[in-house]
């Protein structure tokens, strides 16, 4: 064998102490009631992800380690925004760890491959985002908490042509599913109020040069409706800032990013006046919001942002949906009980309406000067499913 | 007519980045003939360690400077202690480097934590020329600058000095050095560090056009890296500068003029260059 | 009486592979069930991987784009079965072959060249696969890509366990045929051509044509995995066939040895179970401990997990005399 020099032994050394110090075993298995928490912690979506982590803790927290007198168990497990590895944790939470409920994840493609599988082992799955459409009408176990993407872009759609005045947007959306179903509530929205969306782009997956696509804007744009998920928006709003294009600028959807109190500063000046619609406000006056925010802000040292806020929510889902099925109920109970759940969440009312997806409240939001998301309009969207499409409306 | 301007010349910004990049790797690669996917993970590396110094102290040199010397020091270990028997074993090389690509990315999420970390712009560079409906950046401007000093410099070094003459005397024919009483062995560590530090500077200023030092920055940059070295041609400054910029204004002008195709640019670029000039655009022909 | 050296020195050579058949046959007795689906994964990327060290290993070219193979592959079951309604006794077949006939397409392309460039023809031709899959929305469902694709419709009802079977008895066909193919003179010649392609031009080889031909039975086998993966996961997205996914076939079997055929499951299998094991005790530091595995297997495995292996194996069994009868053999 090749001489093995001292150098090359002092850094196994060194490596082999971050193993050790971060080796820790498997859950027990005892009485312990089990929830399974599937989060993006590594891989692109890694920021959103853990933000969601975040938030789902402190509702774990809340409840002091106890669910109805026994033990409560929150198994955290990383989806490595992956499908794959999404399907090999979930098989592990429900064949060895016996999860009653799973929370998460976030990645489209997760949540998909992962709906066909709760489908055939009967576990509830809380969604933190969005569920693709085509999952929230044939997955019989998938419940999507915030709506829909659609749903999401429909009434910052509406606001546009109504409140902002708007009359001719251009688009500009990261060419994601979700980017298209986001962009295209927006369009939906918009044009139902007579407003032209008068260009489209899309702008390759992992940008970080958003630059030809914001100089290709069309020049007779009133305003830029753009999409960028997670890191994305960093660059689109660092080069928007930048150009200084006299263009108003917003989002259907703040990605995680525009409204988020950790990152919004460091998007440069570009952010500020922008608006959002986010699927969860830390300044909404909503039940259990104020002390979410406050036990939030102690344990991480920063304000929730949107993302953050539907982690907490959909465990808060999870959580009541058990509390109501009571001790040792079956899957099909807790199932019954979460299709017909009513309850007041840190987002606004939740109503599952025996269809998995909830009609919900949408804050549009405003960047003011000291980088706050401040609340200017909040809307809640009334989704219908007709002849196995969504219809949206707003509820007055 | 101003989007063509702007277009262009954003394209040429992050290209000079990107040759800056390339740069060091093409002569790893020439020289030396090692593999080291971490490159661009020492990209990151220096990226994040000078921007930090350059906030804290306000100076864009100090944090260029200590994104260099954390890079080249990283870089110097993994030669030092990792690659240092593996000279002759590419496929070895290329399993240690992923490793590291592995190791720093995830220090790097541990440390500064998964959201990107913005650049650092000083405040004297904070103006803008005005093209058109648009606003320009002079920190691009600056880079573009660099790009253009350091071109001409180095391309010097490589042509016209004697370090430069061993160095390509090493790519050509290392036994003639031999023959000559010359040891390699100083020379390879020079260059391995050399190119390490250039990507770690190359990081800290990079960071304005690349919108923020992702984690994901290691792989994304190590693919277009070696893709502008190979497109460029092996082991040359001027083939390292041409496939660089070539490659940032195809992109960028794409993205513009061709937005459904945008996509595909840089990939048929590399194949239709790579069909008919397999040596590369500048490279040294096949020895 | 007793055996001859000759057959002990195959016995003992035969030991280890036996024992792991053995033990992936019998998996069902002694794992549960999220182990058994880990397994399946890990023998259909084995495939993936033995395809790539094929040419890799084997021929000494640097492809860069057996993920896009095998991501063609899955794309076209899953489009065939799921837009078409056709069979899957008909929607495999095809599908491999698509895998071939997009490997031979690239060889066309790419092997006018060879080392760091064909690396490179490779890299972008796969990332064009990924690219069209992503924008192609129609046909492949864009970033969502094509889901509830389910077990093989052949009248059998499957179950994880059962599907595991199937697969493994599908992977241990491949398994044979690849290592017979390199045992075989076109194996041989394979090497031939690694170690010095000019001087088999020299005897007459047409060098070419074995380059061609391999690539292109590389990616058949790349399409076997494809479809076993898309009914195996049940969704297929583009970024299963992109760069970054060829890189981690690569370095399975880099890791497993690289020209031993095994090696490229065992470095599969090696992957896989230390993310999967890892991560289970810190999910956000096990890529910390992924990669300082990767620079142990540089330092401690020479030339690969396998062979060092194999190296350890004979040496405690102390059959020198069987290594010296394996050298004559």
């Known amino acids: 064998m090749r001489q093995v020099s001292r150098l090359q032994i002092l850094s196994l050394v060194v490596l082999a102490v971050f193993l050790a110090s971060y080796a820790s075993g498997p859950a027990r298995a005892a009485e312990p009631i089990k929830i399974g928490g599937l989060f993006e912690l590594t891989g692109f979506l890694n920021p959103i992800g853990k933000d969601a982590q975040q938030g789902a803790m402190i509702a774990i927290e809340q409840e002091g380690g106890k669910l109805m007198g026994r033990p409560l168990e929150f198994i955290v497990e990383d989806s490595a925004t992956d499908p794959s590895t999404t399907m090999d944790k979930a098989r592990k939470l429900v064949e060895v760890d016996k999860v009653k409920i799973i929370v998460g994840p976030i990645f489209g493609p997760c949540t998909t491959g992962l709906a066909g599988y709760g489908d055939k082992v009967q576990i509830p799955l809380i969604s933190i985002a969005p569920l693709d459409d085509a999952v929230i009408l044939q997955n019989k176990w998938s419940f999507s908490t915030p709506g829909t993407d659609t749903g999401m872009g429909y009434p910052m759609g509406v606001f546009a042509a109504t409140k902002l005045g708007y009359r001719r947007v251009a688009t500009l959306g990261s060419d994601f599913e979700a980017g298209h179903e986001f962009i295209g509530g927006f369009v939906q929205g918009f044009q139902e109020n007579g407003g032209k969306i008068i260009q489209q782009q899309w702008s390759p997956p992992g940008s970080t040069n958003m630059m030809p696509f914001l100089i290709a804007v069309d020049k007779q744009a009133d305003a830029l409706c753009a999409w960028w998920p997670g890191a994305e928006g960093f660059s689109g709003f660092k080069q928007y800032t930048e150009l200084k294009m006299k263009l108003p600028i917003m989002e259907p959807e703040d990605g995680g990013t525009l409204a988020s109190p950790l990152v919004t500063k ?46 907490y929510a959909a465990v808060k889902i999870a959580l009541e949906g058990l509390k109501r099925a009571g001790l040792n109920s ?36 405003r960047i003011d000067q000291n980088y706050v998301p401040q609340i200017v309009a909040e809307y809640r969207t009334k989704i219908d499913i007709v002849g196995g499409k969504f219809v949206y409306s707003l509820e007055k | 007519m101003d989007v063509v301007i702007v277009s262009v010349l954003s394209g040429m910004s992050y290209g000079v980045v990107l040759f800056l990049v390339a740069a060091g790797l093409s002569f790893v690669l020439g020289l030396m003939g090692i593999v ?25 040199i100090l944090g260029g400077l200590a994104g260099a010397l954390l890079a080249g020091l990283v870089g110097f270990l993994l030669e030092r202690a990792f690659l240092r028997n593996l000279y002759k074993f590419q496929l070895e090389q290329i399993l240690v480097t992923f490793g590291f690509i592995y190791i720093l990315a995830n220090i790097h999420l541990w440390v500064y934590g998964s959201w990107p970390l913005d650049a650092f712009v000083p405040s004297v560079l904070n103006g803008s020329v005005v093209i058109g409906r648009f606003s320009f950046s002079v920190f691009r401007l600056l880079i573009m600058g660099i790009g253009a000093v350091l071109c001409p410099v180095l391309w ?21 050095l031999a023959v000559m009483g010359i040891n390699l062995r100083p020379v390879n560590i ?16 990079g960071a304005f056009p690349l919108g923020g030092v992702t984690l ?30 070539t490659m940032g204004v195809f992109s960028s002008v794409a993205g513009t003029y061709l937005p459904a195709a945008a996509i595909f640019v840089p990939y048929f670029l590399m194949v239709a260059i790579l069909i008919f000039r397999p040596q590369g655009l500048l490279g040294r022909s096949e020895a | 009486m007793g055996l001859t050296k000759a057959t002990k020195g195959r016995l003992f050579r035969l030991a280890p592979s036996t024992v792991l058949i053995v033990l992936l046959a019998t998996a069902p007795a002694w794992a549960d069930i999220s182990i058994i689906s880990l397994l399946t994964k890990i023998i259909i990327f084995g ?37 078409f309604g056709v069979s899957f006794w008909l929607a495999a077949p095809v599908s491999i072959l698509a895998a071939a006939a997009a490997a031979a397409l690239f060889a066309w392309i790419g092997l006018r060249m060879s080392g760091i460039y064909f690396l490179l023809i490779t890299l972008a031709l796969g990332q064009l696969v990924f690219s069209v899959a992503f924008v192609w929305r129609a046909f492949t469902g864009g970033s969502q890509g094509l889901s509830s694709i389910s077990y093989p419709n052949i009248g059998i009802e499957f179950s994880p366990v059962s599907f595991y079977y199937f697969t493994f008895v599908i992977v241990l066909v491949c398994a044979v045929i690849l290592h017979l193919l390199m045992k075989s003179p076109f194996g041989y010649s394979l090497r031939g051509i690694r170690e010095n392609e000019t001087r088999m031009i020299a005897i007459g080889f047409n060098t070419w044509m074995h380059k061609f031909i391999a690539f292109t039975i590389s990616g058949a086998f790349a399409g076997v995995a494809g479809v076993l993966y898309v009914h195996y996961n049940g969704i297929i997205i583009p970024s299963t066939g992109d760069m970054a996914s060829s890189g981690l076939i690569t370095i399975m079997v880099i890791i497993g040895g690289a020209g031993s055929l095994w090696g490229g499951m065992i470095g599969g ?61």
């Open chain 3, 269 to 329: 299998a090696i992957i896989y179970i230390l993310s999967y094991f890892v991560s289970l005790f810190t999910p956000e530091r096990w890529p910390l401990i992924l990669g300082a595995c990767f620079v142990a297997a540089v330092m401690f495995f020479r030339g690969g997990v396998y062979p060092q292996l194999l190296r350890w194996w004979r040496l405690a069994s102390g059959a020198k005399s069987a290594l010296r009868e394996s050298r004559e053999g």
């Open chain 2, 190 to 205: 020079a260059v391995f560090f050399a190119a390490a530090s250039l990507a770690g500077f190359a990081g800290v200023i």
């Open chain 2, 216 to 245: 994901g920055l290691g792989q994304d940059m190590i693919f277009l890296a070696i893709a502008v070295v190979v497109v460029g041609g092996v082991g040359s400054i001027q083939g390292a500068f041409a496939g660089a910029l």
């Open chain 1, 266 to 311: 460091g998007l440069g000046e570009g952010a500020i006046g922008a608006y959002t619609a986010v699927l969860y406000s830390y300044l909404a006056d909503k039940p259990g919001n104020k002390e979410f925010v406050a036990a939030y802000q102690k344990k991480y040292g920063v304000a929730p942002g949107p993302i953050a806020g539907c982690g």
């Open chain 2, 36 to 60: 080291n996917v971490a490159h661009g993970a020492l990209v990151m590396t220096g990226a994040y360690a000078g921007i930090h110094v350059a906030k804290a102290t306000g100076s864009l």
């Open chain 1, 330 to 365: 079956s899957s099909q109970k807790l199932r019954d009980v979460l299709m017909s759940l009513k309850m007041d969440s840190v987002r606004g009312p939740v109503d599952f309406q025996n269809r998995r997806v909830t009609s919900y409240t949408a804050p549009i939001v």
């Open chain 3, 47 to 83: 495939v993936l991987a033995m395809s790539l060290d094929m040419v890799f290993g084997y021929l000494g070219l640097w492809s860069f784009c057996h993920a896009a193979l095998f991501s063609v592959a899955a794309y076209v079951d899953a489009i065939l079965i799921q837009h």
């Open chain 2, 156 to 176: 010097w070094i490589q042509d016209r000095t004697r370090i430069g003459a061993v160095i390509r005397a090493g790519m050509d024919d290392p036994d003639m």
